[in-house]
């Protein structure tokens, strides 16, 4: 074979003649020549094997040539046969491979052969699959199964014939084949004609789906082959970047590959080449518009969960993007650390540079919680949160970042605080402490133990010098004086010590161990003299002593050489002959309390991190709490989540959220209501326990706890949780009501707080199952409300709420009522644990006679009787009480006599007596207009169905008749009006009419509240106008006739729950009778500015239900709620803002108002300070989000600077002003308002606020209208500067400057228009301006009490001060009254 095959860089470059012996395609056969062509290329395949390729090389590449044009069975064909030559190769080529005897000529056929068919192949194959997509385009818009199943039929083929060419592909280059090339270098020609058809394929568009995993696998595999054995590394970084720049969805398919190329194939710089490529790219080039950053980032992201441990060398050049402008390459870097440090640098058993690395990429991390970009902010968090979870994150980094994630809890990005809530969960799941303990609790503890760290440390100073660290040093320090000693004693002629060593013989009678530890003291204590005399002469006392032995030769080296060893101890013996001769040193006997000093202070550290975490916790748990009630649902689902996880592991103050999200099953948003049902499920509805009885116990515990001291609401809140579960029945269930009977009963001991949450819960369980309450009521008579009611009235209470649940007031059944007869034991009990607590003093009888007058109203037969009988037995016990504490003195005159009865009259049963004459008026009122009423429809309804049945047909003009009457709906109307007009003449005649026991106690109740000197105790006071109260919603004729007076005890009285008291009572009264308490509504908003912030907290709550409702018009008097904005109160000052977030909602309302806020607020006699006034201002703006009321606003502001007197308005004015988003009309409109303030100008509080409106608009403002901005900006300024005289006289002499040169040029004549801008308007004659007239200022009440004295008159309003009646309110669907 004389010729050598080129793979060709284009297909048409085989045509063309080309170097010497190189092979060119004699002849290239038309379509029809093909099929005779294909059969003998068939043939010789049988025949020759694959090597026929060298000779039907052109009619496959025929093919090629008009792949377009042939048919799909010729294409089958030729793909049929270059996979068989393919794979002959493959069986054929290891033999002769391995053999290694193959000469030039075969080894030039073999490669011809292997180039030829590989060429054809992937050729084919990227025609085929450019083929498979242009279809698949073409295809995808059309409808019908026929169309789609004959359409996809070669689709469908190629997809199958794909991983088969791979499959052939892989078998051939998986051999050596690279010694069949001289020097086994390969062409880069065939390199890219194989890996051109891979990317080929890559580029599919579904080739990242699931049902293509095994063809993306094979190419992958392909690829991996060429970057190992033929030397693709290069090529495929840059064509993974080029990928990536035009196709985003191959993100992830470029990872796998990446990864499996540096693992699977070991070819690890790839990871490195690719990151250096995409590190070294500029923020410009991401900038621009199909760069592929967002693949990029996916890319890294992906790459990082696969092989972080590979990126670690090379992820410097990648760190600089985090400095870029790019956000999402700045969260894959994040995210490629947070797996490093995840899956590499965890643990405890990292060197030196692996900690420093992990540090340094925490501290990159930490730096990013604060980026930007919320989006790398919240991805951040999630990154952290899987560093906790896994369990990565360092203990001395936990406090600080813990820290920083409650920061971000107050992020305006609600996926950042999404996360940092989720981040702040994994914490608590994970933490290493104990976060059972509040850090109230750890406090004590912590004190405790550092005090005694403190004791430690003094300790060890006082036992050990300072100065001494280790006998060697200390010896080397004296080791220069002891030499000079030595010399100094060891000259002839020192012998003038000898009197003291006489004088010291008498110590020298010991063992040689105590002469050898009293030369170490000597030398500690600095007597070198006396101890190297000692020294010297202990040889000569104990010559055969082990310490002495080296002074056989007595001279100044084995002096100091022996001194050394006394002092040091003798470092070369063993332990055991150390512990026996040598003398103790101190570091030896200091090294326990090293020891336990170490394990103090580690203990006290403990405690600091424990403390600084739970400090961490705790604000982490009070902010999360408030954002249980956001607006956005997946915040409130998160908060939601962080309460229950941090109730499952016992986290201090855990109980308080999950109590706060309770009255979140109200919500009307589903997922959030489900979200919460679901969480208490979780938590208390699915005990843990051995068996059924542990499991009900566990339950009922759990829901005891919750319980506990809970208010009303959050009792009715667990009640519409629980509901489900006691109507189910269920072993568990019946299991759960048995230790409830149990614990209520006394069975078995169980504390007070636990008996009344367990009769609750038996009332939540008769909610669902009537029976469950009503076959058991004599026990709950017997335990409760028996002889020993007076020893606990809140389980008393609490049973009476329980027995409520079976009624049908609270059930809503509907039928013939439920109620039980007259002379039934439970009522029976009732009135004889009322009676008895009158004349007692308990706290608790209140409550407790509130719902028994509540139950007895709502079960009896006849209410009004009973509670008639039982006001007579009271009064009676309460005047026997009276007759008890001993008579008058007979010598007395009769109006002393009557005195002392007065003073002897005890206060608490007297107001407990008042009390229940107000609960039951009130209850009377409600029985008539609930359950009297309803009676009364239903009676009427079952006598019309009943005349119905029985009535034959009528006549056809009656029938018509009626069924116009029915249409205007005049038949049950009629008879609904008449039944209301017989309740209501009930209430005002009945009621209160003479003999009736309620109209007895009406002028005691007037003479204790009209006499606060004289009935000063303040229980009798608070009912006494509580009562008062419940009387007058009797009948508007009772509540004109008092009015008066429950204002005066609302402006007068000291008592500030009787001022909350009458809050309450007087809203109920403005719901009631609307058009009576119309006139006193100032008084009403007086009240917001009490001095009590109970008071002020009774009232905005009261205000807020009424405004919002529409039963009270919304008047200026709306300025007293602004002004609480900034009351000192925190709950306060949230009421008021939500007030006015709730206010806003109705249209056009806050709008309406400020004007009147504004002028109200600036009034110089409030005496209000500027901030405080910016601060309201600022909250109340900004509802104002329509450009038509912001231009209306912005006139009538400016009107009012004409009315405004003093300085400080002015420039209330001016900011408020600034404070409004004011647009092109809004600017034009103040422009035409100029000579309102112009004339205020010099003064700097209006000038500056003006100046930043101008200021704001010209910075957003297009060129034409950014110059009129800068003229009224100038405009300002000049006359600021100048003075408005100044520059009027200026504008007036350029004007005339103006008209006398056009006399000169006259023109023709034009329509002129009068322009006002640049000169001065005509001055207005004060007749001109019209001036809002002031409203009647009604005089404040001056109503004092005369206490104290003893002829004492009402102390009420005069006449005079008695508001009238101004704006009647119309009330629907009731008899209207005229008064």
């Keep these: 074979m004389s010729w050598d095959f080129m793979v060709p860089v284009c297909l048409d470059d085989l045509v063309k003649s080309g170097a010497v012996n190189q092979y060119v395609v004699q002849d290239v056969l038309s379509a029809k020549q093909l099929p005779s062509h294909i059969n003998s290329f068939k043939a010789a395949m049988r025949s020759q094997g694959p090597l026929c390729i060298l000779e039907h090389f052109d009619t496959a590449y025929s093919v090629l040539k008009h792949c377009r044009t042939v048919d799909v069975a010729v294409k089958e064909d030729i793909l049929e046969l270059l996979i068989q030559v393919v794979r002959g190769l493959s069986v054929s080529l290891p033999t002769l491979l391995m053999a290694g005897t193959l000469s030039a000529v075969d080894r030039k056929q ?108 094979a190419i992958i595999h392909v690829l991996g082959i060429m970057v190992k054995k033929y030397n693709h590394m290069l090529g495929a970084c840059v064509k993974v970047i080029q990928l990536l720049q035009h196709f985003e969805q191959l993100a992830s398919v470029c990872a796998q590959a990446v990864a499996a190329w540096s693992t699977e194939y070991g070819v690890k710089a790839i990871v490195g080449e690719i990151m250096r490529e995409i590190g070294q790219k500029s923020s410009e080039e991401l900038a621009r518009e199909g760069s592929g950053v967002k693949a990029f980032s996916s890319f890294l992201s992906e790459l990082g969960t696969l092989v972080p441990e590979t990126m670690i060398p090379n992820i410097s050049v990648l760190l600089t993007h985090l400095e870029g402008e790019s956000p999402s390459l700045r969260v894959a870097v994040c995210e490629i650390l947070g797996e490093v440090l995840v899956r590499v640098l965890s643990g405890d058993k990292l060197d030196d540079s692996a900690r420093a690395s992990r ?113 060697t040093d200390l010896w080397d320090a004296m080791k220069p004086e002891v030499e000079l000693t030595v010399k100094a004693l060891l000259e002839p002629g020192s012998e003038e010590e000898d009197d003291e060593e006489e004088e010291e013989a008498a110590e020298e009678d010991g063992s040689d ?255 669902a199952e009537r029976e469950v309450v009503l076959s058991n009521l004599d026990t709950l008579c017997s335990v409760a409300l028996g002889e020993k009611v007076a020893e606990d009235y809140l389980l008393a209470r609490d049973t009476l709420i329980t027995i409520t649940n079976i009624t049908d007031h609270v059930r809503q059944s509907k039928g013939v009522p439920f109620r039980l007869p007259m002379d039934h034991h439970l009522f029976s009990c009732l009135s004889q644990a009322i009676a008895d607590g009158v004349v007692q003093s308990d706290p608790h009888w209140q409550t407790f006679m509130e719902q028994a007058v509540r139950l007895i109203y709502f079960l009896a037969e006849s209410p009004d009787q009973l509670c008639s009988r039982l006001l007579q037995r009271s009064a009676r016990l309460l005047l026997e009480q009276i007759t008890e504490g001993g008579e008058p003195d007979q010598s007395q005159l009769q109006e002393g006599a009557s005195q002392v009865s007065e003073e002897q009259v005890n206060c608490v049963s007297l107001a407990q007596v008042l009390s229940l004459c107000g609960a039951v008026a009130f209850w009377q009122v409600s029985h008539l207009e609930r359950s009297v009423s309803s009676e009364l429809r239903r009676r009427r309804g079952e006598k019309e169905e009943k005349e119905e049945k029985e009535k034959a047909p009528a006549s056809k003009k009656g029938a018509n008749d009626s ?106 009264l403005t719901v009631r009778f609307p058009n009576i308490l119309e006139p006193w509504t100032p008084n009403l908003y007086a009240r917001l500015s009490d001095e009590n912030a109970s008071v002020r907290l009774t009232a905005i709550t009261v205000l807020t239900q009424l405004v919002l409702k529409d039963v009270m018009k919304v008047k200026g008097q709306v300025s007293e709620v602004a002004v609480l904005l900034l009351d000192p109160e925190p709950h306060i000052a949230s009421l008021a803002l939500n007030f006015f977030n709730e206010l806003s909602a109705k249209d056009n309302a806050i709008y309406n108002l400020l004007p009147d806020i504004i002028s109200r607020l600036s009034d110089p006699e409030r005496g209000m300070n500027e901030e405080d006034f910016n601060t309201i201002m600022k909250q109340l703006f900004s509802y104002i989000t329509k450009e038509r009321q912001t231009e209306s606003l912005v006139e009538k502001l400016c009107q009012r600077f004409r009315t405004a007197k003093t300085e400080r308005q002015w420039a209330d004015l001016a900011v408020s002003l600034s404070l409004l988003s004011v647009c092109e009309r809004g600017f034009k409109k103040l422009q035409e308002c100029w000579d309102c ?143």
């Design 110 to 217: 073999q490669l011809n052969a292997v180039k030829m068919s590989v060429f054809l192949l992937c050729k084919l194959t990227e025609m085929l699959e450019s083929d498979s997509n242009r279809e698949t385009i073409v295809t995808a818009p059309s409808k019908g199964r026929k169309k789609d199943k004959a359409a996809g039929k070669d689709l469908l083929q190629w997809d199958s014939e794909r991983d088969t060419v791979l499959q052939c592909l892989t078998q051939l280059l998986q051999l050596d084949i690279r010694t069949l090339w001289s020097l086994s270098l390969v062409e880069e020609e065939f390199v890219s004609c194989v890996t051109c058809c891979c990317y080929k394929l890559l580029e599919n568009p579904t080739i990242s789906h699931m049902k293509n995993k095994s063809t993306r696998d």
């Design 359 to 471: 540090d340094r990429f925490l501290d990159t991390l930490q730096e990013h919680i604060h980026d930007a970009h919320s989006h790398v902010r919240a991805r951040v968090l999630q990154v952290y949160t899987r560093i906790v979870n896994s369990k990565a994150l360092p203990l001395s980094r936990y406090t600080e970042v813990m820290e920083l994630t409650v920061g971000r809890l107050g992020d305006k990005s609600v996926n950042v605080c999404k996360s940092a809530i989720q981040l702040l969960a994994a914490f608590i799941a994970h933490n290493p402490y104990s976060c059972k303990l509040s850090s109230v609790d750890l406090k004590k503890p912590l004190e405790k133990e550092m005090a005694k760290l403190k004791e430690m440390r003094d300790a060890q100073a006082e036992q050990v010098p300072v100065a001494v660290i280790t006998a």
């Design 513 to 767: 161990r105590d002469t050898a530890v009293q030369i170490a003291q000597l030398l500690r204590e600095s007597k070198y003299k006396k101890a190297v005399g000692l020294c010297m002469r202990a040889h000569s006392l104990f010559p055969e002593s082990s310490f002495f032995s080296d002074l056989a030769d007595l001279n100044a080296e084995s002096l100091i050489n022996t001194l050394a060893t006394l002092f040091k101890g003798p470092e070369e013996e063993t332990p055991e002959a150390v512990s026996t001769d040598a003398p103790p040193t101190p570091q030896k006997e200091s090294e326990g309390r090293e020891s336990e000093l170490k394990k103090q202070e580690m203990l006290v550290q403990y405690l600091k991190d424990t403390e600084c975490f739970a400090l961490q916790v705790e604000r982490a748990i009070a902010v999360i709490n408030n954002m249980l009630y956001w607006k956005t649902t997946t915040i409130v689902q998160e908060a939601v989540q962080f309460c229950v996880t941090a109730f499952e592991f016992s986290v201090a103050d855990s109980v308080c959220g999950v109590r706060k999200m309770l009255p979140l099953v109200w919500s009307t948003d589903v997922t959030i209501k489900d979200a919460v049902i679901q969480a208490y499920r979780r938590l208390y509805l699915n005990p843990n326990g051995e068996n059924t009885r542990a499991k009900a116990h566990t339950l009922v515990d759990s829901l005891s706890d919750l319980m506990v001291d809970a208010s009303l609401g959050t009792i009715q809140c667990l009640e519409e949780i629980v509901q489900e579960f006691f109507s189910s029945e269920s072993a568990l269930q019946t299991s759960v009501m048995q230790v409830l009977w149990e614990r209520f009963s006394g069975k078995r001991e169980t504390k007070a707080l636990h008996r009344r949450a367990a009769v609750l819960l038996l009332g939540m369980a008769g909610r």
């Design 963 to 1068: 069924c116009v009457e029915e249409e205007l709906g005049l038949v049950g109307a009629s008879a609904e009006d008449t039944e209301a007009e017989f309740i209501r003449k009930i209430c005002e005649t009945e009621l209160l009419a003479e003999g009736n026991m309620l109209s007895a106690f009406l002028p005691l109740l007037v003479k204790v509240c009209s006499s606060p000197g004289k009935y000063s105790h303040p229980q009798l006071t608070t009912a006494a106008c509580l009562a008062l109260s419940q009387y007058m919603m009797i009948s508007p004729a009772v509540c004109k006739d008092h009015i008066r007076l429950l204002f005066t005890v609302l402006e007068k009285s000291q008592l500030p729950v009787v001022r909350a008291n009458t809050i309450v009572a007087l809203g109920d």
């Design 1237 to 1379: 303030y112009s004339d205020k100008l010099a003064e700097p509080g209006v000038y500056q606020p003006l100046l930043s409106i101008a200021a704001k608009l010209r910075r957003r403002a297009k060129p034409q209208f950014k110059a009129q901005v800068e003229d009224y900006e100038k405009r300002l300024t000049a006359v600021h500067t100048k003075g408005l005289e100044n520059v009027e006289n200026e504008e007036r002499e350029q004007q005339a400057d103006t008209q006398s040169q056009n006399l000169h040029t006259p023109q023709a004549p034009k329509s002129v228009r009068r322009t006002t801008r640049g000169r001065g308007k005509p001055k207005v004659d004060d007749s001109d301006l019209v001036t809002p007239r002031k409203s009647r200022a009604r005089p404040k009440p001056a109503i004092t009490f005369t206490s104290d004295e003893e002829e004492e008159e009402d102390a009420v309003m005069a006449e005079s001060e008695t508001p009238k009646v101004t704006t009647p309110i119309a009330r629907t669907r009731r008899t209207r009254l005229r008064h």
